[in-house]
């Protein structure tokens, strides 16, 4: 098992409810859901998780980045 299968959501911070019409099965709804943002192990990086639910994989994944909220 690698990191990103490891991921959690945690707090929910942001999401969207959206409607997908799939040209096989018509409309879906489909909802966007961004977590909080986490220091990765080791410090210096953060990410925030996200998650994508009603089409497709629904693991949990992740933007990285180098700045974060200091104030």
């Known amino acids: 098992m690698d990191a990103m299968d490891r991921l959690e959501l945690g707090v929910v911070i942001a999401e969207r409810h959206l409607e ?3 040209p096989d099965s018509g409309m879906r709804s489909v909802q966007a859901l961004l977590g909080s943002p986490v ?3 080791g410090g210096g990086e953060w990410y925030c998780p996200w998650q994508i639910l009603g089409i497709g994989n629904e693991k949990v994944r992740a933007a990285y980045g180098v ?5």
């Open 20 to 22: 997908y019409n799939d």
């Open 39 to 41: 220091e990765s192990v």
């Open 67 to 71: 700045d974060a909220c200091n104030s």
